[in-house]
């Protein structure tokens, strides 16, 4: 699937490689990283930072409540 994401990330991205300096993944929530696993919109920063060779940045923003 990593690999998938990856063809996907490249093919479909709507900016080009020097319209961006940085990736910032909103934070979930503390519930749903517990109950799945891992953050989801980390997992897809990485993927975006290691194709468009950019920067996570994850204390640039941090969530202060839950919303649904």
């Not at 990856?6 to 909103?26: A, L, M, R, T, W």
């Amino acid at each position: 699937i990593k690999d998938l994401w990856q063809k996907q990330i490249k093919k479909n991205f709507p900016f080009g490689k020097e319209d961006f300096s940085g990736i910032v993944p909103v934070p979930a929530h503390f519930a749903k990283v517990v109950s799945r696993g891992f953050n989801q919109s980390f997992e897809i920063a990485k993927i975006i930072s290691r194709n468009f060779n950019k920067k996570i940045n994850i204390i640039l923003i941090f969530r202060l409540f839950f919303c649904i």
